[in-house]
Nanobody
Framework: QVQLVESGGDLAQPGGSLTLSCAAS????????MYWFRQAPGKEREFVAR????????VYADSVKGRFTISRESNKNTVYLQMNILKPEDTAVYYC???????????????WGKGTLITVSS
């Protein structure tokens, strides 16, 4: 059974930092891109970041570029999202996802985690 399990959600102050982790299991993800999405209350789920299998290619949403960093430890099937200079508008449930496709569209994801909540507030 394929599982993506996120961890690291927490309350953070504006300007602070958090790191999310996503542990993948149940299959080989060598041909999958790994993604982070987020969904704020009352809003649609949106693309945050993508990393390919080797970790050589990363893509970010404009809203997080320069503040967030996605990385992966392929031998551990783990993906990370380092989030710096957090803003209140980063408040959302953050989801890990995996897809065979190079895309930012949620409907093209093959697997999803259940999400972890980030709240940015003073």
């Amino acid at each position: 059974q394929v599982q993506l399990v996120e961890s690291g959600g927490d309350l953070a102050q504006p300007g602070g930092s958090l790191t999310l982790s996503c542990a993948a299991s149940g299959r080989t993800f060598s041909s999958y891109g790994m993604y982070w999405f987020r969904q704020a209350p009352g809003k649609e789920r949106e693309f945050v970041a993508r990393i390919n299998w080797s970790g050589a290619t990363t893509v970010y949403a404009d809203s997080v570029k320069g503040r967030f960093t996605i990385s992966r430890e392929s031998n551990k099937n783990t993906v990370y999202l380092q989030m710096n200079i957090l803003k209140p508008e980063d408040t959302a449930v953050y989801y890990c996802a995996a897809s065979r496709f190079v895309t930012g569209r949620p409907e093209r994801m093959d697997y999803w985690g259940k999400g972890t909540l980030i709240t940015v507030s003073s």
